[in-house]
């Protein structure tokens, strides 16, 4: 009788073990364990799309760290760094339903197109005008974004600066500081209407190919080339397949920190407030980050013998002006009214 009694403790005590070890994986937002104070502890999930040890990584595992110290360990957020979770636009839907708590990553414009308008062309050109527009105090894209975001259940924190656009090239263009000449290079944009008028604005033939085709298609001779990125992905992905790199500034990426609406709503105003506190101080930083990295991936394709283009602020706002002038007229009904309220704070008619 006393060692069927044992027996019975030590299969009571592992079943209580396992359920605890169950609750301490969980995520989802749910109750994962006791911190130190016998306060439940959420956890939450953050997918961000850049790889380990980049400067994203170490921004999110910083926001982490920073996040579980001001709430005394009320919430943890575990990182899933290089798209872990899935691609950004799937992550970013299952946030608006509750499946993952929080993304670091671009914005997915499949449930609302208009959201595009956060990488239209030329809608900035340095980064002045950058943190004018996108920052979260009172930029004018962050307001629209965030209104927009709100109606998928989703609570946009802060902007991640990462760099301007430039366009990859494996051919030589012709007359490249000339805003109105032809290239005679045909090049990959994104499947968009607004990089397509885009590309075949700046002199380019224009063929829309997703991202995953863009290697083969450098290597084949499919394209000559690519816009709709940034150098810093060209050098990463591309380098080997290029020569040359015009650094035309031709649109502005970030990244947005996110958040399920719901599971924010139950945290605590003041967990909230030193959130939305952290978040600022992790904004200002990547601004400040970001343009100090402006010519980090220029210097780096020159050392492997790319030639980089030298395009001083007047040329740039060459191209920008023509792209104004010219583009915007055939692209803006992608995007709504915010485009005639972004034309009218650049004071452009």
């Keep these: ?15 209580i073990l396992s359920a605890a070890l169950l609750a301490a994986c969980s995520g989802g937002g749910k109750t994962a364990s006791v911190n130190e104070n016998e306060e ?19 921004a999110a595992k910083q926001f982490a760290e920073d996040v579980e110290k001001a709430t005394e360990g009320r919430l943890k957020i575990e990182i899933y760094p ?30 609302d197109p208009t959201l595009q308008i956060a990488i239209a062309p030329y809608l900035v050109s340095n980064w ?15 307001k629209y974004l965030s209104d927009r ?12 600066p990462q760099y301007f656009g430039s ?20 090049i990959r944009v994104p499947g968009m209407k607004s990089f397509e008028e885009f590309g075949k604005g700046l002199g380019f033939t224009v063929t829309p190919l997703p991202a995953s085709e863009i290697f083969t298609s450098l290597q084949t001779g499919v394209i000559e080339g690519t816009v709709g990125g940034g150098t810093e992905l060209y050098y990463n992905e591309y380098r080997e397949l ?78 920008a002006d023509k792209v104004r002038k010219e583009v915007w007229p055939k692209i803006e009904s992608e995007y709504g009214d915010i485009f ?6 650049l004071g452009i008619q």
């Design 128 to 142: 002045e005008e950058a943190k004018d527009l996108y920052n979260s105090e009172d930029g004018l894209i962050n």
């Design 149 to 160: 975001l709100q109606k998928q259940n989703i609570k946009l924190l802060a902007v991640y």
């Design 340 to 345: 005639s309220e972004v034309k009218a704070e």
């Design 242 to 319: 290029g020569k040359y790199v015009m650094p035309l500034r031709t649109h502005f990426e970030a990244h947005y920190l996110t958040v399920n609406q719901d599971v924010w709503n139950k945290l605590s105003e003041a967990d909230q407030k030193s959130i939305l506190h952290i978040a600022k101080e992790f904004e200002k930083n990547a601004f400040q980050q970001a343009e100090e990295e402006d010519k980090k991936y220029d210097e780096l394709m020159e050392k492997e013998g790319i030639e980089v283009y030298d395009f001083t602020d007047e040329e740039i706002k060459a191209y």
């Design 167 to 186: 366009v990859f090239l494996a051919k030589e263009p012709n007359d490249p500081k000339n805003p109105d000449s032809k290239k005679n290079v045909k």
């Design 40 to 58: 439940e502890q959420m956890v939450w999930s953050l997918n961000h799309i850049r790889p380990t040890g980049t400067r994203t990584d170490n």
């Design 1 to 15: 009788m006393v060692k069927r009694k044992r027996f019975r403790s030590v299969v009571l005590l592992a079943a």
């Design 82 to 111: 290089n798209a872990e979770l899935g691609d950004y636009q799937l992550v970013q839907e299952s946030i608006s339903m509750g499946e993952i708590e929080m993304q670091l990553a671009s914005m997915g414009t499949n449930v």
